[in-house]
């Protein structure tokens, strides 16, 4: 019998394998993503506790708008980190704001560094954008 290959649960075997090294405390709690087809999601948790202190998602209406006020950069300007080629791109650019978005809201309730988990997906595209994002916002990881 011809085995078919399933991505996802690939994807979350590589998960559980990070997982056993990354994990999130009180002073340094865990910023995990994850990116479904439309739509990307981020959350900042406790594990000692197994609370989610921060979430921001795409699905949120002011966030996409948010997205939307992406500007080109300027002649000669570098591109963000990770993102040469693709910063136009609409969910590259939600992905972003995403990532802002979660750090202001992270900044709010005093957390201003995370370990950076990418749920099972290459740090690449959408989830190396929320991370620059994160970082713009001003989360250290």
Partial sequence: MIKQFNSNKARQRRHQRMRKRVS?????PRLSVFRSSKHIYAQIIDDTTGRTLVAASSIEPDLRKASL?????????APPTGLAGIEANHKVSVARAIGRAVAERAKAKNITQVVFDRGGY???GRV???????????LDF
Avoid: I, M, V
């Fill in 128 to 138: 190396a954008a929320l991370a620059t994002g994160a970082r713009e916002g001003g």
């Fill in 69 to 77: 006020d992406f500007k080109p950069r300027a002649e000669g300007e």
């Fill in 24 to 28: 999130g405390t009180q002073a340094r």
């Fill in 122 to 124: 290459q740090y690449h």
